[in-house]
């Protein structure tokens, strides 16, 4: 993170992926008017035209909005109910958008046609399965397409469907013919040790669960549904090393939490898996995941909104779903799915803290507040809860309220747990720096950075810039906060915000040319940055390339920046900047050498003046009259 004066978490089937990127964007003929699984679509009023609802449909996609593509895509297909393609774009549009009615009816539409779409004949093969057809749901699966990620899609399906018909030989060989990449084989076997709970072979399920624990044992679903199957076999012990050991990797996972909690007090756990349409499910949750993880947004909500339809109940994948909305800049309907987990899920607080967190996003800040301030009388002792709301209240500047906020955090944890809560320190540390007072914020800034473990390289960047840079901001400490910056680099090459912090220092010590090397650095990485854009204008100015540090400025002011660095801004695009101040002279910045002094040179006798050297004027002449003299 930089500061302008310290203002400042398996790709999927490919063809789903291109058609949802092309344009999740178009609309159904005669389809019933379904609420979607989580809003009513009422709010978006229809085109006059084919081509108003197309396009409009076309702009929602490109911004994500699957609620109003859907929405958009209904009308457009009744302008042109035969078109192939849009009936396509208009079944995924309303899967990824949750409105699964409208979705299944596009689908059998899609069945029909030749070279059918695979995600249809998927998506046709899972709601058969929520009904108990087993057999038509393993031949819908069959026909649901071809290559690595639909294979396996389409075989962990149909092991569920021959389990669902208490199949668990057929389930078990179905899913033996994974072969493949070692994360299919984590897969497989979890997948298989599941099936072979529900259909009662114990010593499969102890064999297969296992193998998928040894194999990967940081990853909490393989962790839960390993340890749930130990417990319910009596060995709690084997389950609580389990948990404890994943709480050493990802400390306070509300699931593992809870799931101690109640082994410790001798309370019996539920099992992941309950049936053939809860593993279906699991399957479904698994694959977008793993897709929302690496940034395939679309075609994960399209999973999960599948793995939710065979099972509402499934916390962990209502909260990736929320949070893939998120990351779409769909806050309103992420906090729609956080608000459909439910109260009994020890997801749900969790839940509650993103809602408010999400509304901060959205401009309703009293709102957050609020909200938080509830939920935080709800659980008074509950340290997330009270930092989320001095996050809010930091990001809404009140600095001074939120340092305080994060002291009452800070108040709750031990000192065993402090390595575990560093970010609190970190953002106390970063609020009273805001605040004026920057005695405690050093040392707030100074702990943090003790406490953070070398294997969090990208926290540790972001804390030696907050503390290098504000250092530089003070002209205080210049060696030091090179070496810390330049670590911070090192650590984090590609974030432009700490090399932005980096080529300030150079500027803030006189370095012009290394400033813009770096500055230039940082705007190709982050380009977007008001900050970013306004250092490299001002660097260019004081190089004398001028009119480019005005291009700079101008563009630093197209960017919104904050009102008081919009003022800086408005007066350089005026003036340009007023003259530097002696920089600092330090190891990192030494003193330019001494030029020498020259040595005195004999002039040339000039006769005619022997005090003047040969050629001058004399000083009764005009300039330039020695140039015009013979001799020389």
Request: net charge negative; glycine share 8%; hydrophobic share 40%.
């Amino acid at each position: 993170m930089t500061m302008n004066g310290n203002a400042a978490r398996c790709r999927t089937l490919p063809a789903l992926a291109l058609l949802l990127a092309s344009s999740v964007t178009l609309g159904l003929p005669a389809l019933a008017a379904q609420p979607r699984e989580s809003a009513p679509l009422s709010e978006y009023e229809p085109a006059e035209s084919l081509e108003g609802n197309f396009l409009s449909a076309y702009i929602a996609g490109a911004s994500k909005d699957t609620t109003a593509a859907a929405n958009y895509y209904r009308e457009a297909v009744k302008g042109d109910p035969r078109n192939a393609e849009l009936l396509e774009r208009a079944f995924v549009s309303l899967l990824a958008d949750g409105s699964m009615t409208d979705a299944f009816r596009a689908a059998e539409r899609l069945s029909t046609r030749d070279g059918a779409s695979g995600l249809a004949q998927l998506s046709l093969g899972v709601r058969q399965l929520k009904a108990g057809q087993y057999a038509a749901a393993r031949q819908s699966f069959g026909r649901s397409g071809k290559g690595a990620a639909a294979d396996l899609t389409a075989t962990l399906l149909t092991a569920w469907a021959y389990a669902g018909a208490n199949d668990g030989k057929r389930a078990l060989d179905t899913v033996n013919k994974l072969r493949g990449e070692r994360y299919f084989n984590v897969f497989r076997d979890y997948h298989a040790g599941l099936i072979a709970n529900l259909v009662g072979d114990k010593a499969e399920a102890e064999r297969r669960l296992k193998a998928a624990y040894d194999a990967d044992h940081n990853t909490l679903r393989i962790v839960d549904g390993y340890a749930r199957f130990e417990a319910a076999q009596g060995r709690t012990d084997l389950a609580i090393q389990a948990y404890t050991d994943f709480d050493k990797v990802l400390p306070r996972h509300p699931i593992v939490t809870d799931a101690l909690d109640k082994l410790k007090a001798g309370k019996p756990l539920a099992q992941l898996v309950g049936s053939a349409q809860d593993g279906a499910s699991e399957v479904l949750y698994g694959l977008g995941a793993a897709g929302s993880t690496q940034g395939d947004e679309l075609p994960a909500v399209v999973y999960l909104r599948l793995a939710l339809y065979l099972n509402p109940e499934h916390g962990v994948a209502r909260l990736t779903l929320a949070d893939a909305l998120d990351r779409m800049k769909q806050a309103e309907r992420s906090n729609e799915a956080y608000a459909q987990i439910p109260a009994s899920s020890p997801l749900k607080l969790n839940a509650d803290i993103q809602i408010g967190l999400n509304l901060e996003q959205m401009g309703k800040g009293d709102e957050a507040i609020q909200h938080l301030d509830a939920v935080q009388k709800a659980h008074p002792d509950n340290v997330e809860v009270i930092s989320a709301l001095g996050n809010v209240q930091r990001s809404r500047k009140k600095f001074a309220e939120a340092a305080e906020t994060y002291s009452r955090a800070i108040k709750l944890i031990t000192p065993e747990q402090e390595a575990g809560y560093w970010s609190l320190f970190y953002f106390r540390g970063t609020a009273y720096e805001r605040a004026g007072e920057w005695q405690k914020a050093e040392a707030d800034l100074k702990k943090a950075l003790g406490l953070i473990s070398p294997t969090q390289p990208n926290a540790r960047a972001q804390v030696l810039n907050y503390l290098a840079y504000s250092w530089v901001d003070r002209n205080m400490n210049i060696d030091d906060s090179f070496k810390m910056l330049k670590q911070a680099v090192e650590l984090s090459p590609r974030d432009g915000m700490i090399i932005d912090s980096l080529g300030w220092a150079y500027f803030r010590l006189g370095r012009w040319d290394d400033a813009v090397r770096e500055l230039e650095k940082a705007v190709e990485l982050k380009p977007g940055d008001p900050t970013i854009n306004d250092h490299l204008g001002d660097a260019y100015w004081r190089t004398g390339r001028r009119l480019e540090g005005k291009f700079q400025w101008q563009h630093a002011k197209d960017l919104n920046p904050e009102p008081d660095d919009l003022a800086k801004i408005n007066a350089k695009l005026k003036d340009g900047l007023p003259d530097p101040d002696k920089p600092a002279v330090t190891a990192e910045n030494p003193p330019a050498p001494a030029e020498p002094t020259p040595a005195p040179v004999a002039a040339p006798h000039n006769a005619e003046n022997p005090e003047l050297p040969k050629g001058a004027p004399a000083p009764s002449e005009p300039p330039g009259a020695a140039d015009k003299k013979p001799g020389g």
